[in-house]
């Protein structure tokens, strides 16, 4: 069973910094990408950042030069650097890895159980 735990998630004033880890844990035979999606209150889950286990990355428009996706295949985990927070970016945060557990199954996507992200003065 392939269990997604996320952490760093919590209040900051703008301007400021958090930064989100998301590792996986359980049977994983290989990690194809690992990516970050956030929900504000009365939005759709949006991307954020995307980056696959070779390292090519995907950025949404509103965090591009804000924000930073990194990934240590050795850990099974990703990382997601917030700087330059705005009163826009609160949202909860959601992490997602796109994952074979075991040879005979093919990929599949895998949720973390969010975190909450709040920017606020």
């Known amino acids: 069973q392939v269990q997604l735990v996320e952490s760093g998630g919590g209040l900051v004033q703008p301007g400021g910094s958090l930064r989100l880890s998301c590792a996986a844990s359980?049977?994983?035979?290989?990690?194809?990408?690992m990516g970050w999606y956030r929900q504000a209150p009365g939005k759709q889950r949006e991307l954020v950042a995307r980056?696959?286990?070779?390292?090519?990355?995907t950025y949404a428009g509103s965090v591009k030069g804000r924000f930073t996706i990194s990934i240590d295949n050795a850990k099974n985990t990703v990382y997601l650097q917030m700087n330059s927070l705005k009163p826009e970016d609160t949202a909860v945060y959601y992490c997602?890895?796109?994952?074979?557990?075991?040879?005979?199954?093919?990929?599949?996507?895998?949720w973390g159980q969010g975190t909450q992200v709040t920017v606020s003065s």
């Open positions: 997602n890895q796109e994952l074979r557990p075991n040879r005979t199954v093919g990929v599949g996507y895998y």
């Open positions: 359980g049977t994983i035979f290989s990690i194809y990408a």
């Open positions: 980056i696959t286990s070779g390292g090519s990355t």
